[in-house]
């Protein structure tokens, strides 16, 4: 399992990403504090307004990383490790990587 390699701390908390059919959630957590740090997922009130205007769920996935980026940057967090979860990379997990880092999030 990649969870038993993959360990966040407070310094380089975990991305952790999660997807069902239709939506997709992201979450930052501290694995020896036991704590979410910041979760996002495509229906929060902050990004459901532009994730309407996505046109495939690719898309709306790219629109969650760069929130959750923008989001752990104002929480003072830069660098990250990244946790797929089991999911291959690629598609609209590949797609919210690319939304973080180019929201600034390092990993």
């Known amino acids: 399992m990649a969870r038993k390699k993959i360990k966040g701390t ?11 059919h239709k ?10 504090a036991n704590k979410v740090l910041l979760g996002l997922t495509d229906y929060s009130k902050d990004v459901a307004a532009e ?25 003072d967090i830069s660098r990250v490790v990244f946790d797929r979860n089991g999911y291959i990379y690629h598609g609209r997990v ?5 939304g973080a880092r180019e929201g600034g999030l390092e990993f």
Do not use: C, F, N, W
Request: no cysteine; net charge positive.
């Open 94 to 98: 590949k797609a919210l990587a690319d």
């Open 51 to 75: 994730a309407k205007k996505a046109k495939t769920k690719t898309e709306t996935a790219a629109i969650v990383g760069k929130k959750i980026a923008e989001k752990a940057k104002s929480m």
């Open 23 to 32: 939506h997709i959630h992201a979450q930052i957590v501290d694995d020896y």
């Open 10 to 20: 407070a310094e380089r908390p975990r991305l952790v990403v999660s997807r069902s």
